[in-house]
């Protein structure tokens, strides 16, 4: 059995840690005085970065040359599923008491309720279909499925904008946060365009270079 890495340990300590913390804040009485929307609301906010997070491993990997970090992208996204099915469990079963007809009702007047649902549902084969077995079964249909996630992330911070009191087009209210992860999201989403990816890989290696030559100098004739 190999042992665990530096960064293995990091990531799975990151993934429990928001969740013991807002136990904790919990039985503490440390939340706001709306402790169940509080929940909801940071429960949403650490599935919009572990997925981010996710999404950032495979450029990164490649442009900055750290193979390890394809190798916790599942994990990552499987973190981000995690705080996603419990934002989902709490806004069904405690924000709307598991009332149906109520969330149907709002639908309709509250669109991040529908794009947070359909996201969940999108989330949900790409968790389930994130074992080897199944990359294995579906071969190359298993890429073309985990692509959704470059659709998952757009929408996800369009739930979370839609979700704050605030005002786009004026720039008003809560919506500083959405907007700062909406462009972290934008830029990882860059990074996969094979042109920027290459141009910044080409870049490394020339720093790389200037650096090696700059350790080792030519010796002057």
């Known amino acids: 059995m190999k042992r665990p890495t530096l960064l293995q340990i990091i990531v799975h300590v990151g993934g429990w840690a928001p969740l ?14 709306n402790p ?43 973190y981000g599923f995690m705080y ?19 969330i149907l009702r ?15 549902l999108m989330l949900l084969p790409l968790v389930l279909t994130s074992f080897r077995y199944w990359m ?22 369009f ?13 008003q209210g809560n919506i500083l946060q959405p907007l700062l992860y909406g462009s972290i999201a934008l830029f990882l989403l860059l990074l996969r365009i094979s042109p920027v990816k290459l141009a910044l890989i080409g870049l490394r290696n020339r720093l790389q270079k200037a650096i090696q030559a700059a350790k080792n100098p030519a010796i002057s004739p």
């Open 159 to 171: 739930h979370f904008l839609l979700s704050v009191k605030g005002n786009l087009t004026r720039l």
């Open 136 to 157: 294995k079964r579906l071969g190359k249909n298993w890429k073309r499925l985990h692509r959704l996630v470059y659709l998952i992330s757009p929408l996800v911070v």
């Open 84 to 102: 996603a099915a419990i934002h989902l469990a709490i806004f069904i079963g405690l924000d709307y008491g598991f009332n149906f007809k109520s």
């Open 106 to 120: 709002d639908v309709g007047t509250k669109s991040y309720i529908l794009i947070g649902l359909l996201v969940f």
């Open 20 to 33: 013991a913390l807002i136990g904790y804040n919990f039985f503490a009485s440390r939340l706001t005085a």
């Open 36 to 78: 169940i929307q509080a929940i909801e609301q940071q429960t949403g906010i650490h599935a919009l970065t572990f997925l981010l997070y996710s999404l950032a491993c495979t450029p990164l990997s490649a442009i900055l040359g750290w193979k390890e970090l394809t190798l916790r992208r599942k994990a990552f996204g499987n």
